[in-house]
Protein backbone atom coordinates (compact mmCIF):
# COMPACT_ATOMS: atom_id res chain seq x y z
CA UNK A 1 0.00 0.00 0.00
CA UNK A 2 1.27 3.72 -1.00
CA UNK A 3 0.31 7.25 -0.06
CA UNK A 4 -2.54 8.03 -1.85
CA UNK A 5 -4.37 4.90 -2.01
CA UNK A 6 -7.71 3.82 -1.13
CA UNK A 7 -8.89 1.86 1.69
CA UNK A 8 -11.68 0.17 2.68
CA UNK A 9 -12.39 -1.19 6.40
CA UNK A 10 -15.50 -2.74 7.51
CA UNK A 11 -16.26 -1.68 11.46
CA UNK A 12 -19.14 -3.35 13.16
CA UNK A 13 -21.23 -1.44 15.26
CA UNK A 14 -21.66 1.34 13.01
CA UNK A 15 -25.12 1.82 12.40
CA UNK A 16 -26.20 5.01 12.06
CA UNK A 17 -25.02 9.22 11.33
CA UNK A 18 -23.45 9.48 14.79
CA UNK A 19 -21.48 5.98 14.71
CA UNK A 20 -20.51 7.35 11.27
CA UNK A 21 -19.32 10.47 12.83
CA UNK A 22 -17.39 8.55 15.20
CA UNK A 23 -15.61 6.59 13.26
CA UNK A 24 -14.42 10.10 10.77
CA UNK A 25 -13.39 11.68 13.79
CA UNK A 26 -11.26 8.35 15.38
CA UNK A 27 -9.70 8.15 11.68
CA UNK A 28 -8.80 11.65 11.30
CA UNK A 29 -7.65 11.75 15.64
CA UNK A 30 -5.37 8.84 13.93
CA UNK A 31 -3.95 10.35 10.99
CA UNK A 32 -5.39 13.87 10.14
CA UNK A 33 -3.61 13.32 6.60
CA UNK A 34 -6.72 10.76 5.48
CA UNK A 35 -8.78 12.25 3.48
CA UNK A 36 -12.16 11.59 1.55
CA UNK A 37 -14.10 9.68 4.23
CA UNK A 38 -16.88 7.85 3.58
CA UNK A 39 -19.03 5.89 6.04
CA UNK A 40 -21.48 3.67 4.67
CA UNK A 41 -23.79 2.61 7.61
CA UNK A 42 -26.00 -0.02 5.65
CA UNK A 43 -22.54 -1.44 4.34
CA UNK A 44 -21.38 -1.18 7.74
CA UNK A 45 -17.61 0.24 6.31
CA UNK A 46 -15.75 3.20 5.98
CA UNK A 47 -13.61 4.02 2.94
CA UNK A 48 -10.76 6.81 2.72
CA UNK A 49 -7.68 7.78 1.08
CA UNK A 50 -5.12 7.02 3.07
CA UNK A 51 -2.37 9.99 3.76
CA UNK A 52 0.17 7.64 5.94
CA UNK A 53 -0.18 3.79 5.13
CA UNK A 54 2.01 3.30 7.93
CA UNK A 55 -0.69 4.51 10.41
CA UNK A 56 -3.54 2.06 9.50
CA UNK A 57 -2.71 -0.12 12.70
CA UNK A 58 -3.45 3.39 14.52
CA UNK A 59 -6.38 4.18 12.64
CA UNK A 60 -7.95 0.21 13.21
CA UNK A 61 -6.81 0.71 17.70
CA UNK A 62 -8.77 4.13 17.03
CA UNK A 63 -11.78 2.91 15.25
CA UNK A 64 -11.73 0.01 18.33
CA UNK A 65 -11.46 2.83 21.46
CA UNK A 66 -14.28 4.72 19.78
CA UNK A 67 -16.28 1.85 20.61
CA UNK A 68 -16.51 0.36 16.87
CA UNK A 69 -14.90 -3.32 15.83
CA UNK A 70 -12.82 -3.29 12.96
CA UNK A 71 -13.29 -6.37 10.68
CA UNK A 72 -11.31 -6.37 8.35
CA UNK A 73 -9.07 -3.97 6.16
CA UNK A 74 -8.78 -3.71 2.20
CA UNK A 75 -6.54 -1.62 -0.51
Partial sequence: MEKGDRVTIRVEGMSCGGCASKVRDAILGACDCSSDIEADTDAGSVTFT?????????????????GFMV?????
Fill in 50 to 66: CGCPSNLPDIAAAIDDA
Fill in 71 to 75: ITKEA
